[in-house]
């Protein structure tokens, strides 16, 4: 075997002008393909980072009624939905792919928010000891949340770093005091989030789903937002799953477990129920649509891998004709049919070989230069790129079969007699 390698590779570099044409449709054809598989990988992850976020693998789970969110500052406190205060927690991590769970209530838009004659326009959230921890906040300035908050109810509030700059800009806000509701709360520190994320929006579609977190937002501790909003509100809950993957899984199981237990059986026929947001699946039916356009481009690329392949057949069959005395050598001194079959599929595996290795060299290279230049997410594909050199080989093989039994079917006589 190693024989006819080294035979082969003789072969190449006696040729490297006929080699290297040869190979450049196999090096074409690899190359695109590598490229195109970056593209749909980068833009994947690109599509499943914008809508996850920060990687941190927390689905949100709402209160719904029928087919929608239920909006409590603007329909009022649902009859028959109890708060989730009164759950044991512990059963709730006991469910599979569940992390960490939070409870909070929320604001969407944060109404009566005043710092002097400031309003305040971005989210509103009640929290319990949780939520920082399992949303991946830091605390930047200032301090958090202690137990003496949550178990007094004292009226503080943390900023995050968003709602800090818009409405202190440069200075500091601890101790600074804001109204909430006409009620005086004091700011005792800012956060934010631990990871850089920075949603890519490159459409109006886009601007809509991120543009509720550029207000910036302010946290209380749960156990004051009865005094903001005067009475207890049914809570959403923010779950942490083990993984990126279970996070619908988490998310649903979660859902069907406070549906089941705070849900009255009024209340759930007048339409309630918890529900989670199924990010990962929207990601996924989004990674679909543009993969589907993509891979009709791969079976594009394809199409020069079927020309590279003639090529191979074409050489491999003049070269079949050129080493017809050597071919009928070899079998006169004792060659076998097997062993000439061997050496002339060897020829074509090592010829493709190649030009897979040198196809896939420029297909990283390109998919770089691209997403260098056009300013594209591209991601490189260890299977894909293994998949295209195996690939390669067995075009070789393939493409080569018949050129080897040309030369294993010779006669040794007639072929010695040619020149």
Known sequence: MFESISQ????????????????????????SIITIISGIKGTNEQIKQ???????????????????TYELGYNGNPSGVATADRLDKSELLKLDGVEDVSFYHFRSYAENVFYQNTPFSG??????????????????????????DFASAKKNVILDDKAAQILFGSESPIGKVVEVMN??????????????????????????LYMDTAGGTFFLPDSTWPVA?????????????SSTDEMTSAGKAVADYLTEHLIASQASQNGFSYRSDDLLKQ????????????NQLIWIAGISLLVGGIGVMNIMLVSVTERTHEIGLRKAIGAKRRRILTQFLTEAAVLTGIGGLLGVLGGIGLSKLIAQFMDTPSAISVPAILAAAIFSILIGLIFGLVPAIKASKLNPIE?????
């Open 183 to 208: 009620e005086p709360f004091t700011v005792v520190g800012v956060v934010a989030r631990s990871s850089e994320f920075e949603p890519v929006i490159n459409s109006v579609s886009d601007y809509y």
């Open 50 to 68: 914008n809508l996850i976020g920060a990687g941190n693998n927390v689905v949100t789970v709402q209160l719904y009624q029928n087919d929608g």
């Open 229 to 241: 909003y005067r009475f207890d509100e049914p809570h959403s809950a923010a779950v942490r799953a």
């Open 123 to 148: 989210k509103l959230y009640g929290i319990d000891e949780s939520y920082f921890f399992v949303n991946d906040y830091q605390v930047r300035q200032g301090r958090g949340f202690t137990e003496k």
């Open 283 to 294: 990601a996924e039916q989004l990674q679909e649509m543009s993969s589907a356009t993509n």
């Open 415 to 419: 072929a010695l007699r040619r020149e």
């Open 8 to 31: 082969a590779l003789h072969g190449v570099f006696a040729h490297k002008m006929r080699s290297f044409l040869t190979m450049l449709g196999i090096i074409i054809g690899i190359a």
